[in-house]
């Protein structure tokens, strides 16, 4: 069973930047994707980025141009570096991780961004 963990989580000001990341552990073959979702109060989750096996990437319009995702496949792990934070970057960041017949979720990492 894959097990995603986050961390990286924090308060940070506006303007400021932080790094999120999500290691994959258990029983992995295959890793379809890798992606970084959030939710917000009073918010549905949503998808921030998401990075694919082959290396392709997709982003939500708010995270363009700032935020950057990246994956090391020797170590199951997927980064978000995101810069220029705002405050309604605020939310709980969640990973997700696909594969053949599987989907994972992990616990999230607060994000909270003072203006």
Do not use: H
């Not at 017949?101 to 607060?110: K, N, V």
């Amino acid at each position: 069973q894959v097990q995603p963990v986050e961390s990286g989580g924090g308060l940070v000001q506006a303007g400021g930047s932080l790094r999120l990341s999500c290691a994959a552990s258990g029983s992995i073959f295959s890793i379809n994707s890798m992606g970084w979702y959030r939710q917000a109060p009073g918010k549905q989750r949503e998808l921030v980025a998401i990075v694919y096996r082959g290396g392709g990437t997709n982003y939500a319009d708010s995270a363009k141009d700032r935020f950057t995702i990246s994956r090391d496949n020797g170590k199951n792990t997927v980064y978000l570096q995101m810069n220029s934070l705002k405050p309604d970057d605020t939310a709980v960041y969640y990973c997700r991780i696909t594969g053949p017949g599987f989907e994972a979720w992990g616990q999230g990492t607060q994000v909270t961004v003072s203006s």
